[in-house]
């Protein structure tokens, strides 16, 4: 019995071909949100409750709902009216839930607060912005109100603070002390209080804050980049892995960012051409047809092959278990559309621009030291150089000709490529320096835009009707029994 037990209880894991599609379709994301409905609502058929849930997922699963949180002076009016006429939002304010006339006059702050999220609740219920999703303006206020939301399961898609710049809040500063000296002070005590509320919002929403600073931009441009924003979702801590591809040729410094990625997030660095040599000494089929082509120098392994060497590392146990950043590789946009096809196609795309002129230079200065085979720069002020010029030595890879012909490949192929990827991939400079750019890198990993759309969807198949067979004992179809049982109990939803 012990043996059985032990059986059950062995680890499991998830076959790689199923985690693209688990995170194509946000299968995690989609039970979390599940499970957190049926703990605010505790419905008495849970079943029939997840049944009705999951259709409702469907219909309101990429509308945005958005709490606008801006300083007294700012026109949050207008700017959720630009939401309305660009994405249809329905602007919601602190005078729209009171018109429900639940809430009294003479009652403390904590039944105000639960009657505006009943309110609230009330008004999503009906299902009228099911469709066109809400933007919550000048409310919630204070925490109690957004906890108050929050326990009756009101959760927002995005909450956007704007920001003054400094500017504007020295301006500001000094009409609020004009006005102090000309006894009004009630801009001055509007100020603070937000202040002090703003702190306990922002406590309270914490984990899908985002901060947008004013600066010079009119209210038009500023609602363009917060629609932009509503396009990216916040990691909701699904459990997943970069598969990362740096595409840049030698000299773009992919190499030294990927090398500096391993160490960041205990990735596995899988550099195409050292791979290559590796399966080139190996005693397999592969091996064989590779070592066929070094006495041909005008063929290359063709893209078919190339692939398949990836594919055979990537699918490796260390490369499923922590992830991996790719290099060296794809050269072309076949070798593109190739690794999209792959069961674990790669969640980030990042290209490294660098001129070409920068990527010459960088590849003719560099020598090897020939004993210790250290890496140098002849074209910096290293003092330490001079010492054992003698002891430099050129690599092969970096002659003239070898290196002109490999940047030429590579400029030819990009623009094909950056076509492909579309808005899936980042663009990053890497003639900037080396902290500048991983920086750039970092910030590139930490957007949410880890489960992009697929730049290369599987065809279906397509199914002939003539193929397919009838059989007499297939099962009915129930859909004839919808006027046979008596009509599901309807849960409403917000």
């Known amino acids: 019995m012990s043996d059985f037990v032990d059986a059950i209880k062995r680890p499991l894991s998830i076959p790689p071909r199923f985690v693209a599609y688990s995170e194509k379709h946000k299968i995690?994301?989609?039970?979390?949100?599940?499970?957190?409905?049926?703990?605010?609502?505790?419905?008495?058929?849970?079943i029939l409750y997840m049944k009705q849930c999951l259709e409702h997922a469907i219909r309101k699963r990429d509308i945005p709902r958005i709490i606008?949180?801006?300083?007294?002076?700012?026109?949050?009016?207008?700017?959720?009216?630009?939401?309305q006429k660009e994405i249809g939002l329905y602007p919601i304010t602190l005078e729209d839930l009171e018109e429900k006339k639940i809430i009294k006059k003479n009652v403390c702050l904590c039944n105000e607060s639960e009657s505006l999220a009943m309110n609230m609740r009330k008004l999503l219920k009906t299902g009228a912005l099911h469709s066109s999703g809400w933007i919550l303006v000048d409310v919630p206020r204070t925490k109690k109100e957004a906890r108050a939301f929050q326990r009756l399961g009101i959760i927002p898609t995005h909450i956007f603070q704007i920001m003054s710049n400094n500017s504007i809040?020295?301006?500001?500063?000094?009409?609020?002390?004009?006005?102090?000296?000309?006894?009004?002070?009630?801009?001055?005590?509007?100020?603070?209080?937000?202040?002090?509320?703003?702190?306990?919002?922002?406590?309270?929403?914490?984990?899908c804050l985002i901060e947008i600073e004013i600066g010079i931009r009119s209210i038009e441009e500023l609602g363009k980049d917060c629609i932009?924003?509503?396009?990216?979702?916040?990691?909701?801590?699904?459990?997943?892995?970069?598969?990362?591809?740096?595409?840049?040729?030698?000299?773009?410094?992919?190499?030294?960012?990927?090398?500096?990625?391993?160490?960041?997030?205990?990735?596995?660095?899988?550099?195409?051409?050292?791979i290559l040599k590796q399966v080139r000494l190996q005693e397999t089929p592969i091996g064989e047809v590779l070592r066929s082509f070094e006495h041909r120098?005008?063929?290359?392994?063709?893209?078919?092959?190339?692939?398949?060497?990836?594919?055979?590392?990537?699918?490796?146990?260390?490369?499923?278990?922590?992830?991996?950043?790719?290099?060296?590789?794809?050269?072309?946009?076949?070798d593109f559309e190739l690794l999209d096809m792959m069961d674990t196609p790669p969640n980030k795309v990042i290209f490294i621009e660098v001129s070409a002129e920068i990527r010459k230079e960088r590849l003719l200065n560099r020598r090897y030291n020939i004993i210790t085979g250290s890496k140098h720069n002849i074209s910096s002020n290293d003092?330490?150089?001079?010492?054992?010029d003698c002891e430099l030595g050129l690599h092969p890879n970096d002659?003239?000709?070898?290196?002109t012909e490999e940047i030429s490949q590579y400029d030819n192929n990009v623009e094909e490529m950056l076509k492909y990827a579309g808005e899936s991939a980042f663009i990053i400079d890497g003639s900037a320096?080396?902290?500048?750019?991983?920086?750039?890198?970092?910030?590139?990993?930490?957007?949410?835009?880890?489960?992009?759309?697929?730049?290369?969807?599987?065809?279906?198949?397509?199914?002939?009707?003539?193929?397919?067979?009838?059989?007499?004992?297939?099962?009915?179809?129930?859909?004839?029994?919808?006027?046979?049982?008596?009509?599901?109990?309807?849960?409403?939803?917000?």
């Open 228 to 274: 932009a924003l509503t396009k990216i979702k916040k990691h909701s801590g699904a459990p997943s892995l970069f598969r990362i591809v740096l595409i840049g040729s030698r000299g773009s410094g992919c190499r030294t960012v990927a090398k500096y990625l391993t160490k960041r997030f205990d990735l596995i660095h899988v550099d195409f051409n050292y």
């Open 169 to 207: 809040e020295e301006e500001f500063t000094k009409t609020i002390s004009n006005d102090y000296l000309g006894n009004n002070d009630n801009k001055k005590v509007e100020m603070q209080k937000y202040k002090k509320n703003l702190r306990e919002l922002r406590e309270a929403y914490a984990n």
């Open 383 to 388: 003092n330490n150089n001079k010492s054992y």
């Open 68 to 83: 606008l949180i801006a300083p007294p002076d700012f026109d949050k009016m207008a700017l959720a009216e630009f939401f």
């Open 28 to 46: 995690y994301e989609l039970f979390q949100e599940l499970s957190k409905q049926l703990i605010i609502d505790q419905p008495d058929d849970h």
């Open 399 to 403: 002659y003239i000709n070898v290196v």
């Open 297 to 334: 120098w005008e063929e290359k392994p063709k893209p078919e092959m190339r692939i398949k060497i990836i594919d055979n590392y990537i699918n490796k146990p260390e490369c499923a278990n922590k992830g991996w950043v790719l290099t060296s590789y794809p050269i072309t946009v076949e």
């Open 433 to 494: 320096d080396e902290r500048s750019v991983r920086e750039s890198v970092e910030g590139c990993l930490m957007q949410s835009k880890i489960y992009s759309e697929p730049r290369k969807p599987r065809q279906k198949a397509v199914i002939d009707p003539y193929d397919v067979e009838y059989d007499p004992e297939d099962e009915p179809d129930i859909s004839i029994f919808d006027t046979i049982m008596p009509p599901e109990f309807k849960y409403t939803f917000i």
